[in-house]
């Protein structure tokens, strides 16, 4: 590098590595600015936004190139080049930084903040395989090389130009300067640094005082005084209705009904919503999924990263457990894992009967198709409905069933995507698009050809639900989990607004109503109707985030609404028609935009109380009493001496790799540790179906033979498919003797799984005993037993 290996490096080169660090930087911004063109999402490369990046990224560079200088000048005068290595590696990293971080940007259209401090390692890996798979991580490493190659590229021409260069002296004035210039310069997600704009909010956010002052035990208690506002609607019978809840991925008030900005891709639920009571302004409190179950069914307070998130879960009172405790008989149903966002062990605190997720589905179901890194989230909406109309219901039983869709996410690939991509050409091709809109709906027609497919699965439901027990006597709530996510959204408030659909046969009559609520309302609602008419065994207090939905036709926000946008984000707060954003506060106008504001507005004070109180009723378990909640949480407990030993075997690795060690210990017949790892593991993901089996197999390799059974029996019930279930479950019968049961296991694995082949010798060795034993399987009747023997049975060990 023109030095010769004792020289010391100056002013001169390491004003290059800053130029060069700030050229690749608006190398990135050009790359970042024509992937959104090609996506849609910005009408121009080379405009008025871009601008503004290219100055908010001469502040990032410059407030670097102060920072460095000092510990450039420490090192190169301590010892030769030290110092211009070190500023060499630390630029390249910063620019790899920035490098993923445009490219999440790029795909999801947010720019990763505090919320990453909410995601596990194995949540952030799950959503990059699904939301583009192995073309994202291509298109991170290409830009990682391409970002090294054209920084070293860069300094290497900057030595042409150093008489320019020179004239720069003070440079750390110069750099200084401009960092100051570019804080009068504001700017939005899409034209700040993205490595700025992360470090500033997970400093923001671990500097926040939360701190609750008031004397105040628990703030959301409240008297049950909650208008019925949807009892003039429903002419309810004297048996207790169904309730359904569809919680539709992604399913924006921009996507569905009257006014919708990208209109014609979901003509089933227009036409649902004009037989219903449809709020055309609901508000999801969250803009991810991870927060509309506790929000929906719970009308529950955040806590730091989502309520699900929480390692402890305070006492609550929910529409699944009120209803269970009134003779409700509960289920969810979802195609994906219900362990990620930590789903499984919310419904368990719930006590809810029935779980079905992507686990649980047999051979006669197709799972959605890998993307080209071989991801799949699960098993699409059509097949979800599809396995959940297959399950027995019994008349005269209520029912609280809840649904999650999946296939309006990522990477949108849905069954037949051909036909449908044109389905969305032919509805293009009728004129009603244009300009922007036409634009983006033709850069992401697989987006807009899930919509379709995802449709026509609901109305599929919604038939389907006509043919099971006491359809006649159910109130469906369709509603979405936030706005999709890739299609450009309008303003800061487009990604919470989403619809809200009640349709029942028992309905009197329907309302379209443009009133602001949001989703905290639902459960509060609900609640108050079937309490004015029926005799609910009720909690004396509750304590909702949310009140009455307001039943106004016409505009009108009186509500107080916190908004979570992503985990550890809370940024958000409308306080009637102001809503507080991001430092701003903007009037919101009868269309759901956001205009300017004048007057004052007490959002951003009412978001800062709210936050201490969150804070304070999750973090201390004060959202209510003991006395009031109807499950007692109860978390899994270890002795001291216990949780000293999971602790040392147990790094923070994920609950596949201690599952491992759970298994080599039952492997070197240490029982009591293995048993007591699979406790722990299942008391943190209780979905962890793997290390459900091993329990079951250490039980009976310790002589607990019933214990065995009755566990990997609930395996089966869980995941009907898996065929690890069947295998240890034919070993216990084998060892225990009981041949009549081995050789009914074998019509359900037949019936239910895929994966028969891998256990043929299991299956022939329960037939030969059978056989040897005298015992036939009669289809019609049942098991028969003729000349029953007295063998012993083979009790010997068998991995």
Not at 239 to 255: A, H, Q, S, W
Not at 428 to 435: A, C, E, P
Not at 446 to 455: E, G, H, I, K, M
């Amino acid at each position: 590098m023109n030095t010769s290996q004792y020289d010391r490096y100056t002013l001169k080169q390491y004003t290059r590595l800053i130029i060069s660090f700030l050229g690749c930087l608006l190398v990135l911004s050009i790359f970042q600015y024509t992937t959104l063109y090609f996506k849609g999402v910005v009408d121009i490369i080379f405009g008025s936004s871009f601008f503004i990046a290219i100055v908010h990224q001469i502040g990032f560079a410059s407030i670097v190139g102060v920072i460095l200088l000092f510990p450039f000048n420490f090192w190169e005068n301590l010892r030769p080049r030290y110092g211009f290595n070190l500023v060499f590696v630390l630029l390249v990293i910063l620019l790899i930084i920035e490098a993923l971080l445009i490219s999440y940007y790029c795909t999801a259209l947010v720019p990763l903040g505090s919320d990453l401090l909410g995601y596990s390692f194995e949540d952030i890996k799950i959503t990059i395989a699904n939301s583009g798979g192995v073309w994202l991580y291509v298109a991170m490493v290409f830009g990682i090389i391409i970002s090294i190659g054209l920084f070293f590229g860069l300094y290497k021409t900057t030595s042409k130009y150093y008489h320019h260069i020179s004239r720069m002296y003070p440079f750390t004035i110069i750099l200084f300067s401009l960092f100051i210039m570019t804080l009068f310069v504001s700017g939005k997600p899409i034209n700040q640094n993205k490595t700025q704009y992360l470090a500033l909010n997970l400093y923001e956010t671990s500097t926040e005082d939360t701190s609750y002052n008031s004397d105040v035990e628990y703030p959301l208690i409240k008297s049950q005084n909650i208008e019925n506002t949807l009892g003039e609607f429903f002419d309810l019978k004297e048996e207790t209705p169904n309730i359904v809840f569809i919680m539709v991925e992604g399913l924006g008030r921009d996507f569905m009904g009257e006014g919708a900005e990208y209109a014609g891709f979901t003509p089933f639920l227009d036409s649902l919503s004009t037989k219903s009571l449809y709020w055309e302004n609901c508000l999801s409190n969250a803009g991810r999924t991870f927060g509309v179950l506790p929000s929906l069914i719970g009308s529950l307070p955040f806590g730091k990263s989502g309520f699900m998130e929480l390692e402890k879960y305070p006492n609550k009172l929910t529409l699944y457990s009120i209803l269970k405790n009134n003779g409700y008989r509960t289920s969810f149903y979802q195609g994906t894992n219900s362990s990620f966002d930590n789903v499984d062990r919310f419904l368990r605190s719930e006590n809810v009967d029935f779980v079905l997720d992507k686990s649980g589905f047999g051979n006669q179901f197709t799972m959605q198709a890998e993307d080209a890194a071989g991801s799949s989230w699960g098993y699409p909406d059509r097949e979800l409905f599809k396995k959940s109309m297959s399950l027995s219901r019994e008349a005269g039983q209520p029912r609280m069933e809840v649904y999650m869709t999946i296939s309006t996410h990522e990477p949108f690939i849905p069954p037949q995507q051909d036909f449908y991509e044109r389905k969305v050409e032919k509805i293009l091709s009728k004129g009603n698009h244009r300009g922007k809109i036409k634009n983006v709906i033709e850069k992401n027609k697989n987006v807009f050809a899930t919509l379709l497919y995802t449709d026509e699965a609901l109305k599929y439901v919604f038939d389907a639900y006509k043919n099971q027990p006491d359809y006649d006597n159910t109130i469906f709530i369709v509603t979405g989990d936030h706005r999709l996510i890739p299609i450009p959204q309008r303003n800061n408030l487009s990604r919470f607004h989403v619809p809200l659909i009640m349709y029942s046969p028992l309905l009197k009559s329907t309302k379209k109503m443009s009133a602001v609520n949001s989703h905290f309302d639902v459960t509060p609602t609900l609640l108050a109707m079937l309490q004015s008419t029926y005799e609910l065994k009720m909690p004396k207090k509750v304590a909702w985030m949310g009140g009455a939905l307001d039943t106004q036709a016409e505009f009108r926000s009186t509500k107080d609404i916190p908004l979570m946008r992503n985990k550890n984000e809370l940024k958000e707060f409308i306080s009637a028609e102001k809503m507080y954003s991001d430092g701003s506060v903007y009037a919101i106008d009868k269309n759901m935009d956001l205009g300017s504001s004048f007057g004052g507005s007490k959002a951003e004070s009412k978001l800062e109380n709210f936050k201490s109180m969150n804070a304070y009723v999750t973090t201390n378990d004060k959202i209510i009493p003991d006395s009031l909640a109807i499950f007692r949480v109860q978390k899994e407990k270890f002795t001291d001496s216990e949780t000293v030993w999971i602790n040392s075997v147990y790094n923070g690795q994920n609950f596949d790799k201690i599952y491992f060690i759970a298994r080599q210990l039952a492997f070197d017949k240490e029982y009591d540790k293995s048993l007591l790892l699979c406790r722990y593991i299942l008391s943190e993901a209780p979905s962890h179906i793997d290390t459900k089996i091993l329990s079951g197999r250490v039980n009976v390799w310790s002589g607990d033979y019933n214990r065995s059974i009755e566990i990997l029996k609930d395996c089966i019930h869980m995941n009907p498919n898996y065929i690890d279930s069947y295998a240890a479950l034919f070993d216990v019968y084998f060892w225990s003797g009981r041949i009549k049961e081995a050789l009914e296991l074998i019509e359900t694995v037949e019936q239910n799984s895929s994966g028969v082949e891998a256990i043929t010798d299991k299956i022939e060795r329960a037939r030969n005993e059978a056989k040897k034993a005298g015992v036939v399987l009669d289809k019609t009747n049942g098991t028969i037993e003729e000349n029953p023997t007295s063998e012993t049975a083979d009790n010997s060990f068998e991995e």
